[in-house]
């Protein structure tokens, strides 16, 4: 999951799905399907000055270690207000249909 800054334009913040997505296929992985987008949502709390943000939800198949640098320019941007890469259990993967069935 992404969080981009609610200060941006919604095509600005479409162009950060485009960027990740190429990012993630450039480091080797690959986004299975569409990101889905959830669009512009009042957060929780306020982070870096920001009450509103664009969300957006991927769902990437990449070998260990492969999104290193993706991560790493995600944490740096000063747009990207939190992003969170979790590694989905065998099973719940295999339900989504991103790996063959075991």
Not at 44 to 57: C, E, F, H, L, R
Not at 80 to 91: N, V
């Amino acid at each position: 999951m992404v969080i981009v800054g609610g200060s941006l334009e919604e095509s600005a913040a479409h162009s950060w799905v485009g960027t990740i997505t190429k990012s993630i296929t450039a480091a080797g992985g690959s986004v299975h399907g569409n990101p889905d987008w959830w669009g512009r949502r009042r957060l929780a709390y306020p982070i870096k000055k920001s009450m509103d943000g664009y969300y957006a939800v991927f769902n990437v198949l990449a070998p260990g270690g492969a999104l290193d640098e993706v991560e790493r320019t995600m944490r740096l941007s000063d747009d990207i207000l939190r992003h969170k890469l979790i590694r989905l259990p065998d099973g719940e993967a295999a339900r989504r249909g991103m790996v063959a069935t075991a």
